[in-house]
């Protein structure tokens, strides 16, 4: 038996027909690169679309403005503008800065502004905080790129890593159809 604390650290599938896209960042005070990772699930849990890549930043919330920056216009190039989609990010101050412009640092404004913007072109979308541990496929994908464990096909072919946290995370019955 699941207690709701338990509920609230699972990742949860979106709803049918629409895509759920978890972004994180990966970055180390002492260098200037990190990664980002964006991971696009559907309401099976299955793996549909994402990318991994290496960003400058100087600080850790410049990187997941990047990463969301970087993820819309992701989503855009790939025509899903228009699709359902609900966006995910563990960075509470970023959700907050997106939602209310009083909030957003004069460091982000600009980007920010474009994320806003972007945002318009997307008539289905919501950007959402999420709890860490609902996260982990993308916390763990910006990792393993930050330390060249991705492979360019890593999507279409997920390491082992990534495909046991994939299988956590999908819904009892489509998880145990695969198995059958």
């Keep these: 038996m699941r207690n709701q604390h338990d509920l609230d650290q699972q990742w949860h599938p979106p709803a049918k027909g629409s895509i759920k896209v978890n972004i994180d960042a990966a970055y180390l005070s002492q260098c200037h690169d990190a990664s980002i ?55 509470s101050t970023l959700v907050d800065a997106i939602n209310d412009p009083a909030l957003t640092s004069w460091e982000h404004r600009g980007i920010i502004q474009e994320i806003r913007d972007m945002k318009l072109r997307c008539p289905n979308l919501t950007i959402v905080h999420c709890n860490r541990a609902t996260n982990s ?24 890593f990534l495909q046991d946290l994939l299988y956590c995370d999908m819904p009892l019955y489509v998880y145990s159809t695969l198995r059958l």
């Design 37 to 91: 990772a964006c991971v696009c699930r559907d309401s099976f849990g299955i793996l549909l679309d994402g990318f991994a890549q290496t960003v400058s930043a100087s600080l850790a919330l410049q990187v997941e403005v990047i990463g969301l920056n970087q993820t819309l216009h992701f989503l855009l190039k790939r025509g899903r503008g228009y699709d359902h989609l609900e966006v995910e990010s563990d960075c």
């Design 137 to 160: 496929v993308a916390d763990r994908a910006a990792k393993a790129h930050r330390a060249s464990l991705l492979s360019s096909d890593w999507v279409q072919h997920p390491p082992s």
